[in-house]
């Protein structure tokens, strides 16, 4: 409870204080994703656009539910089932789940 009540509406705040919390680092996130570990500090500090997949593999390695990363386009209904019913899996699981219904990320 103590780290949700002190998240912010500042997706990058919050990604940073889940990360601090679940003890990660970039690199770890990074390999996990795989993504490029400068490219995740990016991310993490806003100062890049990350694309919505990125953030979808970003929150289900942090095993974090999301609140308004996905829009009411029809092709983030997927992203958004994945949040929902997959966060506490690892991504590699998510992955493999999804891609048995044709989604990859």
């Known amino acids: 409870m103590k780290v949700f009540n002190e998240l912010t509406n500042d997706y990058c705040d919050c990604l940073e204080k889940v990360r601090k919390w679940r003890g990660l680092t970039y690199k770890e996130i990074a390999e996990e994703i795989p993504m490029d570990e400068k490219s995740i500090r990016r991310i993490f500090h806003g100062e890049t656009t990350a694309k919505i997949e990125n953030l979808v593999c970003i929150c289900l390695v942090l095993h ?42």
Not at 73 to 102: I, V
């Open 64 to 105: 974090l539910p999301y609140e308004n990363i996905i829009t009411s386009k029809s092709n983030h209904q997927r992203y958004h089932f994945a949040l929902m019913y997959y966060h506490g899996n690892t991504l590699d699981e998510t992955r493999r789940l999804l891609k048995l219904q044709g989604v990859t990320i």
